[in-house]
């Protein structure tokens, strides 16, 4: 069979996506060893120094005791999951309140954004890990206004 199709164009690369970020520190919380070593080399040849953790409660540890610029959180999890390490470290539990926390999920149901931001995620990155799209959520979240403090009554009612 011969179908005389017409050529098509390449489809050109957005530069609205910045293909290296500044020099950051950056933990990777997932379960899996394979997407690890996938945000790895993305955020690496990137120009960032990436550690891991394999859950919830090894990533808020290290962030007890370690600095980073920002998290990279894996929603589902043994041990202690995305959600309740998420909510832990908002209410002060582990390192800097404040840091950017991007939620890394395979769900795709309407309204997950949303129900992530609410429970204290800055952004979703969709699994598998799209590196452009991944880099360009980085920058977003850096450049966005750092996430207000709870008030103390709040903490009281915690």
């Known amino acids: 069979?011969?179908?005389?199709?017409?050529?098509?164009?390449?489809e050109e690369t957005s530069d609205e996506?910045?293909?290296?970020?500044?020099?950051?520190?950056?933990?990777?919380?997932d379960d899996n060893p394979i997407n690890q070593a996938v945000a790895r080399a993305v955020l690496e040849a990137a120009g960032c120094?990436?550690?891991?953790?394999?859950?919830g409660a090894q990533a808020l540890e290290r962030l007890r005791v370690e600095a980073f610029d920002l998290v990279l959180m894996?929603?589902?999890m043994p041990n202690m999951d995305g959600i309740e390490a998420v909510g832990r470290l908002r209410d002060?539990?582990?390192g800097r309140a404040d840091i950017p926390v991007?939620?890394?999920t395979a769900d795709a149901m309407p309204g997950e954004e949303s129900r992530l931001k609410a429970l204290g995620f800055d952004a979703l990155q969709h699994k598998p890990v799209q590196p452009?799209?991944?880099?360009?959520?980085?920058s977003e979240v850096l450049a966005a206004p750092p996430r207000p403090m709870k008030a103390e009554s709040d903490w009281a009612a915690a």
Not at 49 to 55: F, G, K, Q, R
Not at 132 to 138: D, E, G, P, S
Request: net charge negative; aromatic share 2%; glycine share 2%.
């Open 92 to 94: 002060g539990q582990a």
């Open 74 to 76: 894996d929603v589902h």
């Open 17 to 29: 996506a910045p293909e290296s970020l500044p020099s950051l520190r950056i933990l990777v919380a």
């Open 132 to 138: 452009a799209a991944l880099i360009a959520a980085i």
């Open 49 to 55: 120094v990436v550690e891991t953790a394999n859950d």
């Open 102 to 104: 991007v939620a890394l």
């Open 1 to 10: 069979v011969w179908l005389p199709l017409p050529a098509a164009e390449a």
